[in-house]
């Protein structure tokens, strides 16, 4: 089945540094999604990416949809105290047993220290 | 707008017994999915139901099981509980197949 990488699994970092993390996938996806997960709630959608390329901007953070279509990055820049959580990416893909699912990534965990 | 609405927020149950999650979507959503985030890891799809349908499900034995109702809420059922179960069941809804999710905050599942 489809399976993503990502990429670091925790980060450990000082408030004022900037954040990287990706995701790589064993197949194309046609649909990136970036979320971020606070203790005791649900994923919180940040940026959607549709199409190869395509480079998104919420704010402090940036994504990217790679051209392969097999991998996505997220940036956040200048990280404030309340950027901790878990940011999970995930992928769609248009049909066959994908239909309608999104594959998840195993989350980075982020800590940033005041 | 209210968001994605779960209950029970927090489910103890013992093995073998069967659990009821209930998910509302967003007003306006016809789609709901259901994804299980054991402790530690990511989320594994479990079901999507729309238009009252099952349209796909993940790699999860038979006793997990579910339904949409005409109000497109849905309910999720496990039956045999089994202590692997021991989870965050998060339901999200969407607008459409294309879109992003929105998710619930979960029902805590304990079985104990």
């Known amino acids: 089945g489809q399976q993503l990488n990502q990429s670091p699994q925790s980060m450990f970092i000082q408030e004022g540094e900037d954040v990287s993390m990706n995701c790589t996938s064993s197949?194309?996806?046609?649909?990136w999604l970036w979320y971020k997960q606070d203790p005791g709630e649900g994923p919180v959608l940040l940026i959607a990416?549709?199409?190869?390329?395509e480079l998104t901007s919420n704010g402090r953070l940036t994504a990217q949809f790679g051209i392969t279509r097999k991998d996505s990055f997220l940036n956040i820049s200048a990280s404030i105290p309340s950027d901790v959580g878990i940011y999970f990416c995930?992928?769609?893909?248009?049909?066959?047993?994908?239909?309608?699912?999104?594959?998840f990534g195993q989350g980075t965990i982020l800590t940033v220290h005041p | 707008e209210a968001g994605v609405t779960q209950s029970p927020t927090h489910l103890i149950k013992t093995r073998g017994q069967q659990a009821t999650l209930r998910c509302s979507p967003i007003?306006?959503?016809?789609?709901v999915y259901w994804y299980q985030q054991a402790l530690g890891l990511g989320l594994q799809f479990l079901l999507w139901?729309?238009?009252?349908?099952?349209?796909n499900r993940g790699n999860f034995p038979p006793r997990f099981s579910g339904r949409q109702f005409p109000n497109y809420s849905s309910e999720l059922n496990v039956n045999a509980l089994e202590l692997e179960d021991s989870a965050l069941y998060l339901c999200?809804?969407?607008?459409?197949?294309?879109?992003?999710?929105?998710f619930g905050s979960g029902t805590r599942l304990t079985v104990v």
């Open positions: 990416l549709y199409k190869a390329g």
């Open positions: 999200a809804s969407s607008s459409g197949r294309l879109e992003g999710y929105t």
């Open positions: 197949s194309i996806f046609n649909t």
């Open positions: 139901y729309d238009e009252g349908e099952e349209r």
């Open positions: 007003s306006g959503h016809t789609s």
């Open positions: 995930a992928g769609r893909n248009a049909g066959g047993t994908s239909y309608g699912k999104l594959t």
